[in-house]
Structure formats: structure tokens, C-alpha cells
């Protein structure tokens, strides 16, 4: 009996490794696509996050200093000035200064009890909604 020298791949084992290497190719740029993907909607949800969490702060820390809220134009009165806070656009601005982009909804009251207290409603459009209830003794009324 003679031995048989295999000097190459016969067609149907390199089809068989073109196919199988095509289908680990597909689900592996399937794989890779869909991590992509979710890392930017992520990004996304976090810069609105950060931005509707720093309104936040500067509305905290002009009430904290402020000697007067005017509920009607949401301005605080402090010894730096007056801040005025507007949302249009889906963009709030302190003064014309843009501080945020990307926020639904933005909602100041003020209940004239002793002491003042002043209700912040935050929405982004993540629709991730912030609510903060702050009381000032300083204010009056």
C-alpha cells in the first residue's frame, strides 16, 4: 500500500474554514457594535446627568446667599447681584450665561411661609428628573 502525500486543502475544507471564520467575524462585529453603541448612549445619559446635577448646584448655592426670590422671573437677589435663570430651548441660562443643555424641564416655586422654601424640579432629556427642596432663612418675605 502506498502512503498518500497531501500537498494542500481540498475545496470543501477551505469552505468550510471561509464560513467558519466569516461567522466568529459576525459575531464579533456584532459584539463590538453593540458595546459601541451602549457606551455612547451612556456617555450621553451621564453628560445629562452632570449638567442637570450643576444646575442644580448653582440654584443651591444662590438660594443659600440670597436676600430675596422673585418667583415670577426665578431671579435671586444675593450681594453679588442679581441671577436670573431661564429655560429655552432645552438649554437653562444664568444671567444669558448657558450653565446646561439638554434639559426638558425646569421648574422653580417658592412657598412664602417663614421660612421660605423653594421647590426645584429638573428634568433632562434623558428623562432623568432631579427634585430638590431647599429652605432659606435668610429670605424675606
Known amino acids: 500500500m502506498r502512503k498518500k502525500q ?6 470543501v475544507e477551505t469552505l468550510a474554514l471561509v ?3 466569516s461567522i466568529i467575524s459576525v459575531l464579533l462585529f456584532s459584539i463590538l457594535s453593540s458595546s459601541t ?3 455612547q448612549k451612556q456617555t450621553t445619559k451621564n453628560k445629562n446627568l452632570q449638567d442637570t446635577s450643576y444646575v442644580l448646584k448653582l440654584i443651591t448655592k444662590d438660594f443659600r446667599k440670597a ?3 422673585d418667583d415670577a422671573t426665578d431671579t435671586f ?6 441671577q436670573t435663570y431661564t429655560l429655552s430651548n432645552n438649554t437653562i441660562t444664568r444671567n444669558g450665561e448657558i450653565i446646561a443643555n439638554n434639559i426638558k424641564e425646569f421648574k422653580l416655586e417658592a412657598k412664602k411661609d417663614t421660612p421660605v422654601v423653594l421647590t426645584i424640579k429638573i428634568v433632562n432629556t ?3 428628573e432631579i427634585n430638590a427642596e431647599l429652605t432659606s432663612r435668610s429670605i424675606k418675605n
Open 77 to 82: 437677589t444675593t450681594s453679588d447681584g442679581q
Open 6 to 11: 497531501q500537498q494542500g486543502f481540498t475545496l
Open 37 to 39: 453603541s451602549t457606551q
Open 126 to 128: 434623558s428623562d432623568k
Open 67 to 69: 436676600t430675596k426670590f
Open 19 to 21: 464560513v467558519i471564520i
